[in-house]
């Protein structure tokens, strides 16, 4: 089994910029991106990116990210930012100390460019680019639909927006990793898993890119698992943190996809994981799994913003070192 | 439980119902007070520990008499000595250590302590801050303190491999804080758990927190819960066992859209409603704000509605902290007379 050494973006804002930003925008709600940035903002946010690319390079990543330091609502924004649609109050993201206002959708979700943008010029600094989205069924889980009218039409109408975001990516885009949390903390209606399977085709469709589908904070049901091998995705992401056992039972129960994302560092606690914990999580996943894995993207299994930055820097240090990078 | 209520009627108090107004602890520093912060932490400064604590002192008494001035029946200094809810906790948790700042949210960061051995009580953590407040209050005054679910859970846990066992072990330092908080005089304690209602059967373990907190205390203590941002149908109808005086929860923000979920009479404790949302700078007016107080109505009647905005006001300016405050205190004083006249109905429904 090969190993890669990536992440699933989301990072923490590099000391420095934090406060800069912090001062250049705001603290209240209204402060927030809203895809019109004053030009001292984009500037800052333009550095950020470099030098997440920077890091991530140092550090020895063998697909890097652009770290998506501008989302201000984590994975809701790129619905935030939509012209379509308004932001509410500020609501809890998932079962976590973090909020993010909760986008309102009142129109049709036209492709906006808004993340296209952000790997551009993420691009223009490196040309083996991962990039990350969130889902269309955690998407529409984040949002409040005022326009499509059912659940079925709007989470459609997510994977449609996706798709179309995806579409406008750049060259420079290797794979595309769409996480999907919400599949295990807002378990979906069996009666929905087809439309699910569907939306996701719906994205894979619009890139060459290899797409991998990342459950976390859990795993998806036995039935919603068995949807998601069928669908176009390329390779399924585990999370083998939270519950490690589930995770691995799914593989041996059903198979795995021959690409997978193993989530193997904890992204949200300090303790650093040895080279050893991370193959043997890896290992173990592998060698239970009823099918063969012929390639890994090791990750952490969350977004890594939960972190300080210098434990954020310790966790793609290590996840680097496990697969034999720079350090 | 004890009537722990009444005692807070002020003297002068213009109406016969009595929705009891008060803040729930934070409030924006001033100026100077950050000032002297940086001045503080610069070596090279010659500002030392005792301008430090001058300066401390001053920017509580200022907030203290602030709330006073905003006509608020119990009042707090406005954790002028805190700088963050958690970190300042950890601060004086043997066993905490800091490597950072994380988000919360946008631009708002805490530094998220990490648990890197076994948590133990060392000094006092809010004696000096009660002592000093009541002193110069004219008011009574209330200690908020960050509960010890909150504690566990917005940590990184290298120690414990159990956010319940660590969470049981700072309920036992919670209660012993309180308890020489009580000893020197404190009748109104609000424990601050934020962290609740965000994961499914967390109320259990606040459960047994809050049981282990109020062990030994005295019964003529008021305790009040404050829960904010949370998926609250996680945690009603199970608060009605809990052993507390006052439940308080943010509302005002999601625009009372979880209020049906403690409506239907049953609701047991006395209802703390968050009146103002903290997270707009815009301050609501006499008349939303009058709106806001009666839908507590709808869950508790009056003698068992307590009033204050949804959370901590810190991240606000503090000409709009200020303001809000004014104008529920206002409002809370019309519904008062409004109640009296009979003009609204005091049923409780």
């Known amino acids: 089994m090969d190993r890669l050494a990536t992440t699933i973006g989301l990072f923490p804002l590099p000391d420095g910029q934090r406060e800069r930003l912090a001062e250049l925008k705001g603290h209240q709600k209204s402060d927030l991106i809203d895809g019109d940035e004053a030009r001292a903002t984009r500037d800052a946010y333009a550095a950020t990116r470099r030098h997440y690319i920077d890091r991530q390079r140092e ?78 069924y955690s998407l529409a889980g984040l949002a409040r639909d005022e326009h499509y ?168 240090d290590a996840l680097a070192a496990a697969t034999g990078g720079a350090q | 439980m004890t009537d722990t209520r009444e005692r807070f009627r002020p003297a002068d108090h213009p109406n016969d119902h009595f929705l009891l107004t008060t803040v729930v602890g934070s409030y924006p520093k001033p100026t100077w007070l950050n000032r002297a912060r940086d001045l503080r932490d610069d070596d090279s400064s010659a500002f030392d520990d005792e301008a430090w604590n001058e300066a401390v002192n001053d920017a509580s008494r200022v907030i203290t008499h602030e709330h006073e001035h905003a006509g608020l029946d119990v009042v ?11 970190e300042f906790f950890a601060e004086r948790i043997d066993g905490y250590e800091f490597n950072g700042p994380v988000k919360v949210w946008g631009h708002n960061y805490f530094d998220k302590p990490s648990v890197v051995s076994e948590v133990s009580y060392d000094e006092p953590w809010l004696r000096e801050e009660y002592e000093f407040t009541t002193d110069i209050a004219e008011r009574p005054v209330k200690v908020p303190i960050t509960g010890p679910y ?15 066992t660590l969470a049981y072990e700072l309920a036992d330092l919670v209660n012993e804080e309180i308890s020489s908080l009580v000893a020197a005089g404190a009748r109104y304690i609000q424990i601050d758990e934020p962290a609740l209602a965000t994961t499914p059967d967390d109320h259990a373990i606040v459960g047994e927190c ?70 707009t700078t815009d301050i609501e007016s006499v008349a939303q704000i009058e709106r806001n107080i009666e839908h507590g109505l709808e869950i508790v009647p009056p003698e068992k509605l307590t009033i204050s905005p949804d959370c901590g006001v810190k991240l606000l300016p503090r000409d709009v902290a200020r303001g809000k405050i004014e104008n529920m205190v206002r409002a809370t004083r019309n519904v008062e007379a409004d109640l009296d006249s009979g003009d609204i109905d005091s049923s409780g429904t």
């Open chain 1, 59 to 136: 550090a020895g990543l063998d697909r890097l990210v652009e770290g998506q330091g501008r989302w201000d609502d984590l994975l809701a924004h790129p619905l935030c930012v939509h012209e379509n649609v308004r932001t509410g109050g500020i609501v809890r993201y998932y079962d976590n100390n973090n909020f993010y206002r909760e986008p309102v959708v009142t129109g049709e979700l036209t492709a906006s460019g808004d993340v296209p943008s952000e790997l551009a010029a993420a691009a223009e600094h490196c040309d083996d680019l991962g990039a990350v989205l969130p889902g269309p």
């Open chain 1, 149 to 316: 009218g059912s659940s079925a039409a709007f989470l459609d109408g997510v994977a449609d927006f996706l798709a179309g975001e995806v579409t406008a990516f750049p060259d420079g885009v290797e794979t595309l990793t769409l996480l999907e949390p919400g599949f295990a903390t807002e378990p979906p209606d069996a009666a929905a898993y087809e439309r699910i399977g569907d939306a996701i085709d719906t994205v894979a469709a619009a890139t060459d890119a290899d797409v991998l589908v990342h459950t976390y904070w859990g795993t998806p049901g036995d039935d919603l698992y068995r949807r998601l091998l069928d669908t176009d995705a390329d390779g399924l992401g585990y999370d083998l943190v939270t519950d490690p056992e589930a995770a691995t039972t799914l593989a041996a129960e059903y198979g795995a996809p021959p690409r997978v994302l193993l989530g193997v560092v904890d992204g949200q606690n300090t303790l650093i994981e040895s080279q050893e914990t991370i193959n043997e999580r890896a290992d173990r996943f592998a060698e239970r799994a009823a099918t063969d894995v012929d390639a890994a993207y090791l990750t952490p299994n969350t977004g890594l913003f939960h972190l300080p930055v210098s434990k954020f820097e310790a966790k793609l």
């Open chain 2, 76 to 86: 707090c200094d406005g954790e002028m000595r805190r700088e963050e809810m958690v």
């Open chain 2, 150 to 164: 909150t504690l566990a859970s917005w940590s990184f846990d290298e120690a414990y491999g159990s956010e319940e």
């Open chain 2, 210 to 279: 809050l049981e282990r907190i109020v062990a030994d205390l005295p019964d003529d203590v008021r305790i009040g819960l404050h829960v904010c941002y949370g998926d609250y149908s996680r945690i009603y109808p199970e608060i009605n066992d809990y052993p507390i005086d006052e439940f308080d929860v943010e509302l005002a923000n999601g625009d009372y859209d979880q209020l049906d979920v403690f409506t239907g009479g049953d609701f047991e404790p006395d209802l703390g409603l968050g009146v103002v949302d903290v997270h």
